[in-house]
């Protein structure tokens, strides 16, 4: 059993097993993540386990022994200044059937109101599929995980939205890194937002380089291939292999099945990453685009961080390349055709064809 349940950040699991034997604990979290593990080998008796968690929620606590796997379901209610951690205690006290161990509440709330936007991240090993819904009774879904892998083996989440399918965050693929400063129409580059150098180990220390991924120019973006309007747009170019560079009319479906707040809709909420006010970010549709900015190599300097995000089509336009532009003070979003040597973010795409 586990007492007291539920409970503020810290438990106790008790087992009482009658064989020598090797028992090992888990503590599981609602969508499938290890939390914490154990492994003890225990006496015939009553033991003892010191359960921490560091997230309110619902979880599973199961004991693995030759005798079988037995599971309970847990509930922690606050983990203020609590840590993931199992701690085997040793033999049990008798306290099994003392009064008191379990409180009168069973019950659990979710901290959102009916009618709002739930963003749900869901884990199978190494993949990530974000989905998001506005509920107003227990429903059931089917997610589905597809592998969205870099050369360098980075896993990114991924976000169905209508008929297509994104990656949910920036490509951070890094083969080389030149210093912003540094630019061609004729060139392939590299850049992380605000290095001056040259070194990809040290770009990829950054803070930067972590939330908001790499900087391409154009043809960088392309890695070689045609201009394409197509949809798909077949242009691989430097995504994920399965995955392609999104053509200007892709862009446009998103943003139609979207509608007129198709910014909003697309951007991460709160103002931890984007300028304040955010006008208008819901992030109802699970893209969660981030304020990366984005640099020109003839004003020496990167530009925007905080307040806008701008993402690479496929496709040629008469001055430039297309590219979508969101802002933290407007919920729409903006086409323009860019210089090929402007720097700026790649989100992949892919059709359920």
Not at 102 to 114: A, D, E, H, I, V
Not at 328 to 340: E, F, M, P
Request: aromatic share 14%.
């Amino acid at each position: 059993m586990v007492y007291p349940n539920p409970f503020s950040g810290k438990a106790t699991f008790i087992a009482h097993v009658q064989n020598p034997q090797t028992a090992y604990l888990k503590v599981i979290n609602q969508v499938g993540q290890l939390v914490a593990q154990t492994k003890s080998f225990i006496q015939p008796g009553e033991y003892e386990f010191a359960l921490s968690v560091s997230t309110a929620g619902i979880y599973s606590v199961t004991i693995t022994t030759d005798d079988g796997i037995a599971s309970y379901k847990v509930i922690c209610t606050d983990a203020t200044g609590s840590e993931n951690h199992i701690q085997y205690l040793g033999a049990g006290s008798n306290n099994l059937h003392q009064p008191g161990l379990k409180t009168s509440q069973t019950g659990y709330t979710l901290g959102y109101k009916s009618g709002e936007i739930i963003l749900y991240k869901c884990f199978s090993d190494i993949y990530t599929t974000i989905m998001t819904d506005s509920l107003i009774s227990s429903k059931n879904y089917l997610v589905e995980f597809s592998a969205c892998t870099d050369p360098d083996g980075k896993n990114y989440p991924i976000v169905k939205i209508g008929y297509q399918t994104w990656m949910a965050e920036n490509l951070a693929y890094l083969p080389s890194v030149s210093p912003i400063t540094v630019g061609s129409i004729f060139t392939p580059y590299f850049y992380v937002y605000d290095y001056y150098g040259s070194n990809t180990a040290e770009a990829k220390s950054l803070p930067k380089y972590t939330t908001y991924g790499v900087l391409y120019n154009w043809l960088a973006a392309m890695d070689g291939d045609s201009s394409s309007t197509a949809v798909p747009s077949g242009v691989q170019g430097i995504c994920p292999s399965g995955w392609h560079l999104p053509s200007d009319d892709e862009w446009t479906n998103l943003t139609d099945y979207l509608g007129a707040t198709a910014g909003g809709k697309m951007k991460e909420t709160g103002t931890g990453h984007w300028l304040s006010p955010n006008t208008g970010a819901t992030n109802a549709s699970g893209f969660t685009a981030l304020p990366g900015g984005y640099s020109n190599p003839y004003w020496d300097m990167c530009q925007f961080i905080d307040t806008s995000g701008v993402f690479w089509s496929s496709s040629w336009g008469g001055l430039g390349a297309y590219c979508r532009f969101m802002e933290s003070c407007s919920d729409g979003i903006a086409t323009y055709s860019q210089s090929s040597s402007i720097h700026t973010h790649i989100s992949g795409s892919r059709y359920d064809v």
